[in-house]
């Protein structure tokens, strides 16, 4: 293994890290405290272990990851169009915890 290989090894257990945390905020909420520490802060920490991941493949290797905004937008719209869907469906509402 090379060391990009390596960095896209490391990409990939960021998010799946992302996941892991994302899942159980979602089960125990963001305000939820393990070992001093929100599930929120531990969210933005793993956010950033990824963007440092993509730093070291923009610098390395030319990987030239900048945030495409159109995109961006396009990705917000359309989770919101299915959310608006789910929710017709009965499959969530917008009540709060």
Do not use: W
Request: one cysteine or more; charged letters at 35%.
């Amino acid at each position: 293994m090379n060391r990009e290989q390596y960095l896209l090894n490391k990409l990939a257990e960021e998010a799946s890290e992302i996941a892991q945390i994302a899942l159980k905020s979602s089960q125990f909420g963001l305000n939820e405290i393990y070992i001093d520490e929100s599930n929120k802060k531990r969210c933005h920490n793993e956010i950033n272990d990824l963007f440092g991941i993509i730093r070291l493949l923009n610098d390395e290797f030319n990987f030239e990851y900048d945030p495409d905004i159109e995109q961006v937008e396009k990705k917000i719209e359309k989770v919101n169009r299915y959310y608006g869907y789910s929710k017709e469906l009965g499959m969530v509402n917008d009540e709060t915890i």
